[in-house]
């Protein structure tokens, strides 16, 4: 699937489903779309905290909860800004998840410029997200944002 459909997918989702079925199916929807997407989660903020919700992937991770400024989620999370690592073996803030992965994103969902939760994505190519699947995410983020 491209971005656009992907992008019409997830907002029509959002429309018709339960607040409490649509973030499992928009990760469903992201994993499955795009073979790069290799583990998909959603974190919420909790308190100092980020606690794992929705998530697909071959494995599940063990960092279901990450302090604000641990990881690059934490990170993320912090600053409010994207994190796009190329190799998460050279960032040092990197916890890592599984052994396969090679880069991640991270995007913030916000509402009124506070950072509500996050998207995290792994994958297992090297530098396998570019500026679309910023600009996708970001989107999609935003679309979530109205509905935490
Ligand atoms: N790698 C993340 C932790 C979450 S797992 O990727 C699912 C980090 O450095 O914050």
Known sequence: MDYINAEQTIKKLLLKEQKSTAFQKIVDVLYDSFEKYNWVGIYFVKGNE????PWKG??????TTIQLGMGI???AAKTGK???VDDVSKDGRYLSCFLSTRSEIVIP?????V???EIDIDSDMSAA???S???????????LSQHI
């Open 82 to 84: 994207t994190e796009l």
């Open 58 to 63: 071959k494995q599940a991770t063990e960092h």
């Open 133 to 143: 699947d910023v600009i996708f995410l970001e989107k999609v983020a935003d679309m």
């Open 115 to 117: 950072v509500v939760g």
């Open 73 to 75: 989620c934490g990170a």
């Open 50 to 53: 980020l606690v794992l919700g």
């Open 129 to 131: 997200f570019n500026k």
């Open 109 to 113: 969902i916000k509402k009124m410029n």
